[in-house]
């Protein structure tokens, strides 16, 4: 991932904080998370990406950093990506091949093709009228596949409704992708 060396130089733990607990949770692979290389695209409406670039200016991050963090969050756990940056693994370990591009997907999955007429909107925030394309891990990108795989929804749609709830609460929204089933959690 593009961090800037002194963003990544801030997050090294000091001498009074001690290293996270490693095993709290079976080991798990991390490796190829630092490799950009395929993207997700989706639709946001103007809200999520007001939001987002006000976030992201608050911050200091890109989408692409700041999404990718929130990804790898909502997969992995906050705990877990405190420790790749403490450790400097998975989306923090140094870039294998420094100035390598990421590769564009064969074909892009079919909610990619079409516009954002044919894509649900958030009923509470108007039509998805910006067009979102970030660079993640293939991996990532998979691991959030599984979960629109079992939502029964393209991909775009989850992502977007997992953004949407990060930055407005569950309460905005397609309910049933976030847990609630028949309007109940």
């Given amino acids: 991932m593009r961090i800037a060396r002194d963003v990544l130089a801030d997050w090294v733990p000091g001498a009074e904080e001690g290293p996270l607990s490693a095993n709290l949770i079976p080991v798990r692979d991390y490796s190829g998370l630092n490799v950009q290389d395929t993207q997700l695209r989706l639709w946001l409406p103007d809200g999520a990406k007001q939001a987002l ?74 039509k998805n009228i910006f067009a979102l394309k970030i660079f993640m891990p293939k991996k990532m990108k998979d691991g959030l596949q ?23 609460g569950r309460d905005v929204g397609p309910r049933r992708l976030l847990g609630w089933a028949n309007g109940r959690e």
């Fill in 53 to 126: 670039t006000e976030i992201g200016d608050r911050e200091g991050a890109s989408y692409t950093v700041y999404l990718t963090e929130f990804f790898a969050t909502y997969l992995y756990g906050y705990h877990e990506l405190l420790k790749m940056r403490d450790t400097r693994t998975g989306l923090y370990e140094p870039d294998p091949g420094r100035g390598a591009e990421p590769v564009e997907d064969e074909a892009p999955p079919i909610e990619d093709e079409l516009g954002p007429e044919y894509d649900d909107p958030e009923p509470e925030m108007g």
């Fill in 146 to 168: 599984q979960r629109a795989n079992r939502a029964h929804v393209p991909l775009g749609r989850f992502a977007r409704a997992l953004l949407c709830a990060h930055l407005f």
